[in-house]
């Protein structure tokens, strides 16, 4: 059984810095494209990053490009995603998911962590 556990979430300030985790196991790593989703309440999880099983391709959101970074190290089977120059409006609940392929849809990921809470203070 495949299974996703996320960490690194907390509270930081506006401007300040994070970097979430996410370690896979119960399958093989390296077939999954991965991906970290971001949901608060009332609106629909969104997509703030993908990358591919090899690490060569990269997804971003628009709100994210140039402040956050998501990396994989597929020996030690998890994917990052570190985040510079946070904003309150980043104060998300964030998931990582794993796939066959990168997709802006979480449903098409086959796996889905519990999510880490990230809350920026203004």
């Known amino acids: 059984q495949v299974q996703l556990i996320e960490s690194g979430g907390g509270l930081v300030q506006a401007g300040g810095s994070l970097r979430l985790s996410c370690a896979v196991s119960g399958g093989t790593f390296s077939s999954f494209a991965m991906a970290w989703f971001r949901q608060t309440p009332g609106k629909e999880r969104e997509l703030v990053a993908a990358?591919?099983?090899?690490?060569?391709?990269?997804s971003y959101a628009e709100s994210v490009k140039g402040r956050f970074t998501i990396s994989r190290d597929n020996a030690k089977n998890t994917v990052s995603l570190q985040m510079n120059g946070l904003k309150p409006e980043d104060t998300a609940v964030y998931f990582c998911?794993?796939?066959?392929?990168?997709?802006?849809?979480?449903?098409?990921?086959?796996?889905r962590g519990q999510g880490t809470q990230v809350t920026v203070s203004s």
């Open positions: 998911a794993a796939g066959g392929s990168i997709s802006y849809f979480s449903v098409a990921y086959d796996y």
């Open positions: 990358i591919s099983r090899s690490g060569a391709i990269k």
